[in-house]
């Protein structure tokens, strides 16, 4: 602990010792300057120091490009010179109003002309017409594309595919518009619809089968914004186009962007999990086995 505080003790006295030092080769110019005579052992940083102010003061205001070359006698600017104050504007000639100097025409010249105020013309804002959203139409965009993955969604690497077809029938019914896919272009969109309930099909070009299903019911609510993209892959059996098994329901007042992606079937789900039924009635046949033998063995 002692010699902790000698060694506080040494650097506070060092401390003092240079900055006595400093001030002592302190030059201070009529001009408002102050300049720093360079000693033996000066840095930089302890010159800083000594004056309150930064390495990069000191560096900028003499062009230093590097703090460890000073040499013993050269002047260091710390401090530039004051800038002059601003002279005064001469006051005008002419004698101030009401002064007994004033003349007549001195007066008049040094009274300010009156310009006549115009009157700013007026901004007119357009008026915007409030935005009703049921008043807002139904937008729907059908699309066919190569679902390579079977995932039902549309990634960034499957592209549309042309030689199937799509469809959009009325809450009635009715064919609103019926188109094939092409593989250069994206989805086509029916613009202008009435909010209501609409139904979209799909069928996929020769060798190609839907990874879901082939019909979609939807109910639009005022200003939705639909996009549906039906999947279609290489080598899958062709179901065949039948009443609407799936309902998409879009029920927002303002306009939004939805994609939806065909769901299965209860017919492709109990395809899909065949195997996991006949294991699961090997397994009741299995039980009920045992069960009829623990029987028999009782009446014995």
Not at 2 to 24: G, P, Y
Not at 51 to 59: C, L, Q
Not at 74 to 94: F, G, V
């Amino acid at each position: 602990m002692k010699t902790f505080m000698l060694l506080c003790l040494t650097l506070l006295v060092s401390v003092l010792i240079a900055a006595s030092s400093a001030h002592a080769q302190r030059q201070d110019r009529p001009d408002g300057a102050v300049v720093y005579v360079v000693q033996a052992g000066d840095t930089v940083d302890g010159i800083a120091f000594s004056f309150g102010v930064t390495r990069a003061e000191i560096m900028a205001l003499n062009n230093i490009t590097d703090p460890r070359l000073i040499q013993v006698g050269q002047e260091l600017l710390i401090r530039p010179r004051a800038a002059p104050s601003p002279t005064p504007e001469p006051s005008a000639l002419i004698p101030a109003r009401g002064s007994l100097l004033a003349t007549p025409a001195d007066q008049a010249a040094a009274t300010p002309a009156l310009t006549p105020s115009i009157a700013p013309a007026p901004i007119l804002a357009p008026v915007q017409p409030a935005l009703d959203p049921r008043a807002a139409d139904v937008r729907i965009c059908l699309e066919l594309f190569d679902d390579a993955n079977h995932n039902r969604i549309q990634d960034t690497n499957e592209p549309p595919i042309g030689g199937g077809s799509l469809s959009l029938l009325a809450p009635d019914g009715a064919q609103i518009a019926a188109w094939d896919s092409a593989a250069d272009s994206a989805a086509r969109c029916i613009d202008g619809l009435a909010p209501g309930g609409y139904t979209a099909s799909a069928r996929p070009p020769n060798g190609f089968g839907l990874t879901g299903t082939d019909s979609l019911r939807i109910d639009a609510n005022h200003g939705a914004d639909i996009r549906i993209a039906f999947g279609a892959a290489r080598g899958l059996p062709v179901t065949p186009l039948h009443a609407v098994d799936f309902a998409l329901v879009v029920d927002e007042p303002l306009p939004s962007t939805l994609r939806a992606a065909a769901t299965p079937t209860v017919t492709s789900l109990m395809r899909d999990n065949l195997g996991l039924f006949a294991f699961a009635l090997a397994g009741l046949v299995l039980i009920g086995g045992i069960g009829m033998a623990f029987l028999a063995r009782g009446k014995r």
